[in-house]
């Protein structure tokens, strides 16, 4: 049967015809604000690594000397015999800084949010998410079994009147920092609304955790809200704090509950246990290290603060994701194409990531971007602008 390649090149051959297609480019340098690909180097503004960690010489060395003490590979997943001492050491820190009785590890954001969503509901439940939520916890509420509907964009009114039609146990799922608009959920709001409607609250804090909030604890601990507030939390390791995987924080029957019954926790390998151990580190280093957030929160408003000045079109974000909406697909490639060509590394987000239409330059600045590499950025994109 030839239906699958013909399939396959008809389906490719369209992503090409409409400016979708999706290359990857492949670094030859650690992570950091200068990159080097194909043997040149690169101004950095699209990685997460907003505080500048995924390349820290302290982070390395905690993940190096537990590599001599516990190997590479963890072995087995965490039911079987893969959850050793680093894992658990990190899962109480997080616990305790998250404020939290429990957290959980789970080896990527994406499988702690199906994970999650899987486990907790059941048919006959409802679960609402933002429109605009990242598509771990969409595809989460999709397959969760229960009955799934989407809000407009932070529309609490919409929100809110889905909830009063619904009966049962209801579920309200939404990013803390919406990763591609970089704008923030209205969490106070969302929160009393759910204490209202007897709704559990579930904050995904993949974009917040480790930038926003007085301590870095993220978007609940800037709305002011607590364990009782936002009884399901979980965020990523892969983005401020510069390793991989993720956690959910909650109660203790959420957390024992997850390793019951969570298949996405269950039946894979458990991280290393030296990622355990670089993200504690990196942990550390982001409560004892303030001043990254708040050269981050500079540079934030250093940007903004210019790009109104030439003109450029940003959206409303006050967080580390700094979008440019350009509209049609092919500009945006164009755009980030000249970029390129002069040193600036960006994205270009398109369908179906965001909404035909509204195909942005999506910038993401660190704490390890110096004022002057924002200032390069900002010279080279009012030329761009101008000419493309
Ligand atoms: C990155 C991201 C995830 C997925 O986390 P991974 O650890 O990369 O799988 C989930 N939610 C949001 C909002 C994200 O930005």
């Not at 397959?143 to 009063?164: E, I, T, V, W, Y």
Request: with cysteine; aromatic share 6%.
């Amino acid at each position: 049967m030839a239906v699958f390649p013909e399939r396959l090149a008809a389906s490719l051959a369209g992503r090409q015809r409409d400016g979708l297609y999706r290359r990857r480019v492949t670094l030859e340098s650690p992570q950091g604000p200068v990159v080097r690909l194909a043997g040149r180097q690169y101004l950095n503004f699209c990685s997460n690594d907003y505080l500048g960690l995924a390349a820290h010489p302290q982070v390395v060395e905690a993940l190096r000397r537990a590599a001599l003490e516990y190997g590479v590979g963890s072995g087995a997943s965490h039911l079987v015999c893969g959850h050793s001492a680093p894992h658990r050491e990190l899962e109480e820190a997080l616990a305790d800084f998250t404020g939290r009785p429990r957290a959980l590890l789970f080896s990527s954001g994406y499988m702690a949010n199906t994970g999650v969503l899987g486990s907790l509901l059941r048919p006959g439940d409802h679960v609402f998410e933002d429109r605009l939520n990242h598509a771990s916890l969409l595809d989460g509420g999709l397959h969760s079994g229960a009955r799934f509907q989407r809000f407009a964009h932070n529309d609490l009114r919409a929100l809110g009147g889905k909830l009063q039609r619904a009966g049962g146990p209801r579920l309200v799922a939404v990013d803390g920092v919406f990763s591609m608009d970089g704008d923030t959920a209205p969490l106070a709001e969302l929160a009393a609304l759910c204490r209202e409607q007897d709704a559990w609250l579930m904050v995904d804090d993949a974009h917040g955790f480790g930038v926003l909030g007085e301590r870095g604890a993220g978007s609940t601990e800037a709305a002011g809200l607590d364990s009782a507030d936002v009884p399901v939390l979980m965020a990523t390791l892969g983005k401020a704090l510069g390793t991989a995987g993720a956690f959910v924080a909650g109660s203790t029957a959420l957390i024992e509950a997850l390793v019951q019954y969570a298949r996405n926790y269950i039946y894979t390998t458990a991280l290393p246990p030296a990622i355990a151990a670089a993200s504690l580190e990196s942990l550390r280093l982001m409560r004892e290290e303030p001043w990254r957030r708040a050269h981050l929160a500079r540079l934030i408003e250093r940007f903004r603060r210019a790009a109104v000045e030439l003109g450029l079109p940003l959206m409303a974000s006050a967080s580390a994701i700094q979008p440019l909406l350009v509209g049609d697909a092919r500009r945006a490639v164009a755009l980030s194409e000249q970029l390129k060509r002069r040193g600036v590394l960006l994205g270009a987000i398109r369908p179906p990531t965001v909404p035909a239409g509204t195909s942005r330059l999506r910038l993401t600045l660190s704490a390890a971007h110096t004022e002057s590499q924002v200032d390069q950025l900002l010279e080279h994109l009012s030329v761009c602008w101008a000419d493309c």
